[in-house]
């Protein structure tokens, strides 16, 4: 991790080219990985600001939000799980890359208006941490809270996963509904009121959707949902 953040230190502060097109970063505004142009595939589109799936415009809550709510209130992303970005979110997971964890994370910080004053990182599994080194949603919190207004406090202890599962990638909604069956529970609830679950990826929503349930359970009152990719649905 250490020879990582030297080599980020150096391309952040010695060198001027974009992490995406290796082109030279011309814009001394621009303090980030990439140069303004590679930053046009992370522009904010149109989106439901409860599910956070893709709409025609800007909506509070799409069709199926207002016949079906979720568990949580609000999603935030930075864009749909597509390439580049998953290429990022990849490398994160399973090739020790944190440091692009502090420009996503910036970028991520820029759509949340109203911030949680508590963050929590969707645990991993004890053995499944104990391999990876580390839980890349507790990653994505530290430097999260690093940008975001006030510095939200990262609470690590509130849940607990006590069963391990298969990974979610490539399972049905009812398989992933039926896999994360008695995987968490509730360690030491919040203090807090008004909370938000950190995670790389919103696929079905079910791993959230588990956790939110155990909140509102200790009458926690406001849930969102920060997330660097809302992966879209299929299409039909």
């Not at 250490?2 to 995406?20: A, F, M, Q, V, Y």
């Not at 759509?111 to 580390?134: D, F, H, M, N, T």
């Not at 588990?210 to 990719?229: G, S, T």
């Amino acid at each position: 991790m250490l020879s990582n953040w030297i080599r980020d230190k150096i391309h952040r502060h010695c060198t001027s080219e974009c992490d995406l097109c290796g082109l030279t970063i011309n814009d001394p505004k621009n303090q980030s990985i990439w140069c303004n142009y590679c930053l046009r595939y992370f522009v904010a589109t149109p989106r439901c600001q409860c599910c956070g799936l893709t709409t025609i415009e800007n909506t509070e809550k799409c069709g199926r939000c207002l016949k079906e709510p979720p568990a949580w209130d609000r999603l935030y992303c930075i864009s749909d799980y597509q390439p580049p970005i998953s290429n990022y979110i990849s490398g994160l997971k399973y090739q020790h890359n944190y440091q692009t964890a502090f420009d996503l994370t910036s970028l991520l910080a820029t759509r949340i208006k109203e911030p949680a004053p508590i963050l929590i990182p969707v645990p991993l599994y004890w053995k499944r941490q104990v391999s990876r080194g580390y839980n890349q949603s507790e990653v994505l919190a530290y430097f999260l809270s690093k940008h975001l207004l006030n510095s939200p406090i990262i609470t690590k202890n509130v849940f607990q996963r006590i069963k391990s599962t298969p990974p979610q990638q490539g399972l049905s909604l009812n398989e992933r509904k039926s896999n994360l069956r008695g995987a968490f529970k509730m360690k030491a609830p919040p203090m807090e009121k008004h909370v938000a679950i950190i995670d790389d990826v919103v696929t079905t929503g079910s791993t959230v959707r588990h956790l939110c349930n155990l909140l509102l359970e200790f009458e926690v009152e406001k849930i969102d949902i920060y997330c660097i990719c809302r992966t879209p649905e299929p299409d039909n």
